[in-house]
Structures are given as C-alpha cells and as structure tokens.
C-alpha cells in the first residue's frame, strides 16, 4: 500500500513492484516433498510430557510467590505510596504487568525479572536466586545480563 496525497484527499492504492504473492491456486498447483502429516509427526519427537514439565513449573510457581513477596515487603519496607505507580517508576514495567506478576497471571520473563531485580536494586545473589528459577543465574559473558 502507499498512500498518495492529493487534492486534500488521502487515497490509498495498492503497489505491488516485485512482490510475489503465493496464492491458493499456486499451492494446490504444486507438489511438496514433505506431507503435513510427515512435519506433525517429527513435532512430536520435541514435545514434552507433564512429567517432564513438572519440575519447571513448580520453579515458576516458587518464583511468582517469591517475587511477590519481595515487592510486598519492599513497598512495605519503603512506604511506596501509591504503590503500583512508584514500583511503575522504579522498575520500568506497566503497573499491569507487576499486578499480573503478584497475582501470578503472568508466566514470570527474564525480562521481567531483570526490570525487577534493578528497580529495587536487588544484590546480584538475591538476583541469582530468582534467576535460578527462571532459566538459570546471570553469566557474564552474556550481554543481556549484564545488569
């Protein structure tokens, strides 16, 4: 799409230079190598049981009420008032976001954590032991934890 201005009026017109575009037709027209049915039975080799997710699970359920906990006790600690809009300032992250991690709505992200773990200037060994729950302790070598 471009958009071209004229008499006042914005128009829109579609400009398709070189763009190819696979149609329906294209597709039906055309022999695969691989059956569908071939893609969904290799998926399954990579999918994993209950079992085997249990012990991530519980780690994110820990974490959540960790985290919970350390940002109760810090706003409690420092009296933030209103609550949601200073930890907002502190830590970079939407007021929703922080209410969906001490709620436990929200699978816990490392980069949550990072946000967290800096806007209540956390120790780097207060860090790791959340870290270790979501995904393993900061490296060094690591730019994106390098916090």
Excluded at 75 to 98: A, D, F, R, W
Excluded at 131 to 145: A, M, N, T, Y
């Amino acid at each position: 799409m471009r958009i071209v201005k004229g008499a006042g009026n914005i128009e829109r017109e579609s400009v398709q230079r070189r763009i190819a575009m696979v149609t329906v037709e294209e597709i039906k027209k055309r022999t695969f190598n691989t059956k569908l049915s071939d893609i969904t039975s290799k998926n399954r080799e990579y999918q994993v049981s209950d079992a085997q997710m249990a012990p991530y699970l519980e780690d994110y359920a820990d974490l959540a009420l960790e985290i919970s906990d350390i940002i109760e006790d810090y706003v409690e600690k420092h009296q933030l008032k209103p609550k949601y809009e200073k930890l907002e300032e502190l830590t970079q992250l939407s007021s929703t976001t922080i209410k969906h991690t001490i709620k436990r709505r929200d699978r816990v992200t490392r980069t949550t954590l990072y946000k967290l773990c800096v806007g209540l200037r956390m120790s780097l060994d207060e860090a790791n032991e959340l870290f270790r729950k979501c995904g393993g302790v900061l490296k060094e070598d690591c730019l994106e934890d390098f916090i």
